[in-house]
């Protein structure tokens, strides 16, 4: 097949993105188990880096690639992604705690 | 007959494995088996990143993400997976606006993805491979051992490294902790409803 002899550019790895971004969004607005949307977020920020992985490489686009700052912008996103999901899953399991359900549908007042 | 090009027969493996993965992820109503997908998603976007040349970042993904935050999430999943909230199933009327504003917003971004001429491939490649820790190490404490021969004097303001940005992820990180951890403290149950932990 022509993909097995010809060398991969920037914009495949950007379908791969859109594909990660899009299953995280849809995963964010249709999962009804709070930890299905914390899947989704991881998802996203997901497609995001391999976005920007992909504009930084020098085997991608040896020219006008953006270098560096891709992969450190990659590397910022993966710590603040693990940070969120901390803050995100201590807030779910004491949702947990006080109600007894992780259904995001149950979630419909503001006293906690 | 080309010679087969094992850096595209990698990169479509490895993207296969991510994208159906990922969508394995969305379309699977079992909290358990939608953790374990997500694992070998992220895993799949490690060697991604590995093919792209971002060893560095590809080695962290495995480590922070996959090991530490997607553990994290199995916790979590461990924690609250009983009885009813293992399988949770969305109405259809949702999937159906879901499927809609998702597909609207994946043309989009495929057409601007495909669409844009500097973007595609190129036949030649550099020959000879970089290690990029030291220089991602050293972007960090300031100095940007990357673009030591820029020419360019407006982009050459630009390049002070990236020792600012760490120091707040550094701070961000503590105070993310301190807040977790003070989050996740025991306390008593304010009134009795189903059963203890």
């Known amino acids: 097949m022509n993909i097995f002899t010809e060398p991969v550019g920037v914009s495949h790895y950007l379908v791969v993105g859109a594909v990660m971004f899009v299953a995280g969004a849809v995963c964010m607005a249709t999962k009804r188990n709070a930890l299905g949307v914390l899947m989704g977020i991881e998802l996203v920020l997901n497609g995001a880096n391999v976005n920007f992985v992909a504009f930084g490489s020098q085997y991608l686009r040896p020219g006008a690639n953006i270098g560096l700052d891709g992969q450190l912008i990659a590397l910022f996103v993966i710590v603040l992604a693990a940070a969120e999901a901390a803050v995100a899953l201590a807030i779910t399991l004491n949702f947990y705690n006080n109600h007894s359900t992780v259904d995001v549908d149950q979630a419909d007042e503001l006293k906690g | ?197």
């Open chain 2, 1 to 197: 007959m080309e010679p087969i090009n094992w850096h595209s027969v990698f990169f479509m493996l490895f993207s296969l494995v991510a994208c159906g993965f990922s969508l394995a992820v969305v379309l699977t109503s079992n909290i358990v088996r939608m953790a374990f997908y997500l694992v070998i998603a992220l895993a799949a976007t490690s060697g991604l990143f590995f093919l792209a040349g971002a060893d560095f970042v590809g080695a962290m993904q495995i480590m922070i993400y996959v090991g530490g935050t997607l553990v994290l999430l199995i916790f979590g999943v461990m924690l609250t997976a009983k009885g009813p909230f293992i399988n949770m199933k969305t109405a259809a009327g949702e999937w159906i606006l879901a499927t809609i504003v998702g597909g609207s917003l994946f043309v989009v971004l495929l057409s601007a993805a495909t669409n844009v001429p500097s973007w595609q491939a190129l036949d030649e490649r550099p020959a000879e491979a970089q290690v990029t820790a030291t220089r991602l190490g050293m972007a960090l404490m300031g100095a940007r051992v990357d673009a030591l021969e820029e020419a360019d004097p407006v982009t050459r303001r630009g390049l002070s490294g990236y020792l600012l940005p760490f120091e707040i992820v550094s701070v961000h990180l503590l105070v993310v902790l301190i807040g977790a951890a003070y989050l996740a403290r025991p306390k008593k149950r304010a009134r009795g409803s189903a059963d203890s932990l």
